[in-house]
Protein backbone atom coordinates (compact mmCIF):
# COMPACT_ATOMS: atom_id res chain seq x y z
CA UNK A 1 0.00 0.00 0.00
CA UNK A 2 2.80 2.06 1.02
CA UNK A 3 4.25 1.67 -2.73
CA UNK A 4 0.64 2.40 -4.35
CA UNK A 5 0.45 5.86 -2.29
CA UNK A 6 4.06 6.82 -3.09
CA UNK A 7 3.53 6.14 -6.86
CA UNK A 8 0.18 8.24 -6.66
CA UNK A 9 2.07 11.09 -5.79
CA UNK A 10 4.83 10.70 -8.25
CA UNK A 11 1.63 11.06 -10.78
CA UNK A 12 0.54 14.18 -9.01
CA UNK A 13 3.68 15.87 -8.97
CA UNK A 14 4.07 14.87 -12.92
CA UNK A 15 0.60 16.18 -13.75
CA UNK A 16 1.61 19.21 -12.00
CA UNK A 17 4.60 19.88 -13.48
CA UNK A 18 2.80 19.62 -17.08
CA UNK A 19 0.06 21.83 -16.13
CA UNK A 20 2.62 24.51 -15.22
CA UNK A 21 4.61 24.04 -18.45
CA UNK A 22 2.04 24.08 -20.22
CA UNK A 23 0.60 27.29 -18.83
CA UNK A 24 3.90 28.53 -19.33
CA UNK A 25 4.09 27.60 -23.07
CA UNK A 26 0.44 29.28 -23.16
CA UNK A 27 1.54 31.91 -22.14
CA UNK A 28 4.50 32.42 -24.29
CA UNK A 29 2.07 32.00 -27.10
CA UNK A 30 0.12 34.79 -26.36
CA UNK A 31 3.31 37.14 -26.24
CA UNK A 32 4.41 35.82 -29.33
CA UNK A 33 1.17 36.25 -31.09
CA UNK A 34 0.83 39.79 -29.33
CA UNK A 35 3.90 40.76 -30.89
CA UNK A 36 3.29 39.42 -34.28
CA UNK A 37 -0.14 41.00 -34.27
CA UNK A 38 1.97 44.67 -33.73
CA UNK A 39 4.40 43.93 -36.17
CA UNK A 40 1.71 43.54 -38.58
CA UNK A 41 0.16 46.30 -38.05
CA UNK A 42 2.82 48.59 -39.41
CA UNK A 43 2.70 50.97 -42.17
CA UNK A 44 5.95 52.45 -43.83
CA UNK A 45 5.72 56.73 -44.14
CA UNK A 46 4.12 58.09 -47.21
CA UNK A 47 6.21 60.78 -48.88
CA UNK A 48 3.35 63.69 -47.07
CA UNK A 49 4.38 61.94 -43.84
CA UNK A 50 7.88 61.73 -44.23
CA UNK A 51 7.32 65.39 -45.64
CA UNK A 52 5.80 66.35 -42.28
CA UNK A 53 7.97 64.70 -40.34
CA UNK A 54 10.95 66.86 -41.87
CA UNK A 55 9.17 69.95 -41.44
CA UNK A 56 8.26 68.98 -37.54
CA UNK A 57 12.42 68.82 -37.62
CA UNK A 58 12.78 72.31 -37.67
CA UNK A 59 11.52 72.49 -33.87
CA UNK A 60 13.84 70.21 -32.97
CA UNK A 61 17.42 71.92 -33.94
CA UNK A 62 18.58 74.33 -31.10
CA UNK A 63 18.37 77.87 -31.01
CA UNK A 64 21.27 80.06 -30.87
CA UNK A 65 22.07 83.44 -30.51
CA UNK A 66 23.72 85.75 -33.82
CA UNK A 67 26.62 86.20 -31.44
CA UNK A 68 27.09 82.34 -31.79
CA UNK A 69 28.01 80.08 -28.56
CA UNK A 70 31.02 81.36 -26.24
CA UNK A 71 33.51 79.06 -26.80
CA UNK A 72 35.09 79.29 -23.69
CA UNK A 73 32.07 77.38 -22.13
CA UNK A 74 32.91 73.76 -23.39
CA UNK A 75 29.89 71.90 -22.11
CA UNK A 76 28.00 74.78 -23.51
CA UNK A 77 29.07 73.82 -26.98
CA UNK A 78 29.31 70.00 -26.95
CA UNK A 79 25.02 70.44 -26.00
CA UNK A 80 24.75 72.00 -28.88
CA UNK A 81 26.47 70.09 -30.83
CA UNK A 82 24.84 67.35 -29.56
CA UNK A 83 21.62 68.23 -30.05
CA UNK A 84 22.56 69.35 -33.77
CA UNK A 85 23.86 65.48 -34.36
CA UNK A 86 20.30 64.36 -33.48
CA UNK A 87 18.29 66.22 -35.98
CA UNK A 88 20.70 65.16 -38.49
CA UNK A 89 20.56 61.83 -38.09
CA UNK A 90 17.10 61.89 -37.82
CA UNK A 91 16.95 63.88 -41.15
CA UNK A 92 18.96 61.14 -42.06
CA UNK A 93 17.21 58.10 -41.27
CA UNK A 94 13.38 59.73 -42.85
CA UNK A 95 14.93 59.73 -46.03
CA UNK A 96 16.02 56.54 -46.07
CA UNK A 97 12.51 56.19 -45.74
CA UNK A 98 11.70 57.83 -49.55
CA UNK A 99 12.86 54.99 -51.91
CA UNK A 100 10.10 53.07 -49.93
CA UNK A 101 7.64 55.56 -50.04
CA UNK A 102 8.25 56.23 -53.73
CA UNK A 103 8.63 52.39 -55.30
CA UNK A 104 7.12 50.87 -57.99
CA UNK A 105 8.16 48.44 -60.28
CA UNK A 106 10.02 49.09 -63.33
CA UNK A 107 7.85 48.14 -65.91
CA UNK A 108 4.55 49.57 -64.30
CA UNK A 109 6.33 53.71 -64.44
CA UNK A 110 6.77 55.70 -67.31
CA UNK A 111 9.23 57.58 -68.80
CA UNK A 112 7.94 60.69 -67.50
CA UNK A 113 8.02 59.33 -63.51
CA UNK A 114 11.76 58.06 -64.16
CA UNK A 115 12.63 61.44 -64.66
CA UNK A 116 10.60 63.05 -61.90
CA UNK A 117 11.76 60.17 -59.70
CA UNK A 118 15.68 60.81 -61.21
CA UNK A 119 14.83 64.41 -60.44
CA UNK A 120 13.85 63.89 -56.52
CA UNK A 121 16.77 61.90 -55.90
CA UNK A 122 19.04 64.07 -57.10
CA UNK A 123 17.72 67.00 -54.96
CA UNK A 124 17.50 64.98 -52.34
CA UNK A 125 20.78 63.53 -52.44
CA UNK A 126 22.28 67.34 -53.14
CA UNK A 127 20.43 68.10 -49.84
CA UNK A 128 22.23 65.46 -47.44
CA UNK A 129 25.64 66.02 -49.66
CA UNK A 130 25.39 69.62 -47.84
CA UNK A 131 24.47 68.50 -44.49
CA UNK A 132 27.61 65.92 -44.44
CA UNK A 133 30.30 68.35 -45.81
CA UNK A 134 29.47 71.88 -44.02
CA UNK A 135 28.10 70.69 -41.00
CA UNK A 136 28.68 66.68 -39.59
CA UNK A 137 32.69 67.07 -39.82
CA UNK A 138 32.57 70.21 -37.33
CA UNK A 139 30.60 68.45 -34.92
CA UNK A 140 32.26 65.69 -35.34
CA UNK A 141 35.34 67.35 -33.92
CA UNK A 142 33.90 68.76 -31.31
CA UNK A 143 31.90 65.39 -30.05
CA UNK A 144 34.73 63.32 -30.86
CA UNK A 145 37.85 64.69 -30.62
CA UNK A 146 40.81 62.49 -31.14
CA UNK A 147 42.42 60.97 -27.83
CA UNK A 148 45.17 58.96 -26.71
CA UNK A 149 45.21 56.27 -23.54
CA UNK A 150 48.42 56.80 -21.58
CA UNK A 151 49.29 55.17 -18.54
CA UNK A 152 48.46 57.63 -15.37
CA UNK A 153 49.54 55.72 -12.56
CA UNK A 154 51.74 52.47 -11.80
CA UNK A 155 51.42 50.83 -8.28
CA UNK A 156 54.12 47.78 -7.52
CA UNK A 157 53.37 45.51 -4.34
CA UNK A 158 55.13 42.79 -2.69
CA UNK A 159 53.70 39.92 -1.51
CA UNK A 160 54.86 37.47 1.65
CA UNK A 161 56.48 35.02 -0.77
CA UNK A 162 58.73 37.80 -2.75
CA UNK A 163 56.62 37.53 -5.57
CA UNK A 164 55.97 41.75 -7.18
CA UNK A 165 52.69 43.03 -8.56
CA UNK A 166 52.43 45.58 -10.85
CA UNK A 167 49.41 47.06 -11.58
CA UNK A 168 49.16 50.04 -13.95
CA UNK A 169 45.79 52.51 -14.46
CA UNK A 170 45.61 54.39 -18.06
CA UNK A 171 43.63 57.41 -18.64
CA UNK A 172 42.38 59.00 -22.08
CA UNK A 173 44.09 62.69 -22.81
CA UNK A 174 43.39 65.04 -25.80
CA UNK A 175 45.77 64.46 -28.74
CA UNK A 176 45.84 67.65 -29.61
CA UNK A 177 44.23 69.92 -27.19
CA UNK A 178 45.10 73.14 -29.33
CA UNK A 179 43.07 71.59 -32.52
CA UNK A 180 40.44 70.59 -30.29
CA UNK A 181 39.63 74.59 -28.73
CA UNK A 182 40.22 75.48 -32.49
CA UNK A 183 37.38 73.32 -33.55
CA UNK A 184 34.97 74.50 -30.60
CA UNK A 185 35.89 78.36 -31.52
CA UNK A 186 34.92 77.41 -35.27
CA UNK A 187 31.85 75.42 -34.69
CA UNK A 188 30.98 78.52 -31.70
CA UNK A 189 31.64 81.35 -34.44
CA UNK A 190 29.52 79.96 -37.14
CA UNK A 191 26.58 78.29 -35.32
CA UNK A 192 23.78 80.55 -36.56
CA UNK A 193 25.32 79.61 -39.99
CA UNK A 194 25.11 75.66 -40.28
CA UNK A 195 21.87 76.29 -38.17
CA UNK A 196 20.51 78.30 -41.50
CA UNK A 197 22.43 76.02 -43.47
CA UNK A 198 20.15 73.12 -42.04
CA UNK A 199 17.07 74.67 -41.86
CA UNK A 200 17.48 75.91 -45.63
CA UNK A 201 17.90 72.14 -46.65
CA UNK A 202 14.74 70.68 -44.95
CA UNK A 203 12.91 73.62 -46.24
CA UNK A 204 14.03 72.79 -49.74
CA UNK A 205 13.75 69.12 -49.24
CA UNK A 206 9.74 69.79 -48.24
CA UNK A 207 9.47 72.19 -51.15
CA UNK A 208 11.21 69.14 -53.46
CA UNK A 209 8.62 66.45 -51.80
CA UNK A 210 5.90 68.85 -53.18
CA UNK A 211 7.22 69.84 -56.65
CA UNK A 212 7.11 65.42 -57.24
CA UNK A 213 4.17 64.80 -55.98
CA UNK A 214 2.97 67.58 -58.32
CA UNK A 215 4.66 66.03 -60.91
CA UNK A 216 3.19 62.53 -60.07
CA UNK A 217 -0.60 63.67 -60.92
CA UNK A 218 0.79 64.97 -64.11
CA UNK A 219 2.64 61.67 -64.95
CA UNK A 220 0.07 61.05 -67.80
CA UNK A 221 0.82 64.32 -69.54
CA UNK A 222 3.99 65.30 -71.86
CA UNK A 223 4.94 68.04 -70.70
CA UNK A 224 7.73 67.90 -68.66
CA UNK A 225 8.09 69.84 -65.47
CA UNK A 226 11.25 71.44 -64.78
CA UNK A 227 12.70 72.32 -60.85
CA UNK A 228 14.98 75.33 -59.86
CA UNK A 229 15.71 75.74 -56.27
Not at 35 to 40: A, G, K, L, N, R
Not at 191 to 212: E, Q, S
Request: hydrophobic share 35%; aromatic share 6%; net charge neutral.
Amino acid sequence: MATTTESSGKKRKAQSGNNKLSKKTSSSSSVVTATITSDSEFKPFTLPEIRTNIHSLETKVPPVSAEGIDPADRDAVRLWASQMQAVVEEFNLLLCCVSSATYRWGTDRSGAADQHLGLLSSELGNAQDQISTSITPRLSNVLAPVVDLVTNESVTTKDANGTETKVNSFTQVENDPKFIRLCSEILSRNAPMLRRVLLTNFHKVGRCIDDYLKATMKDGQSQRNAFAY
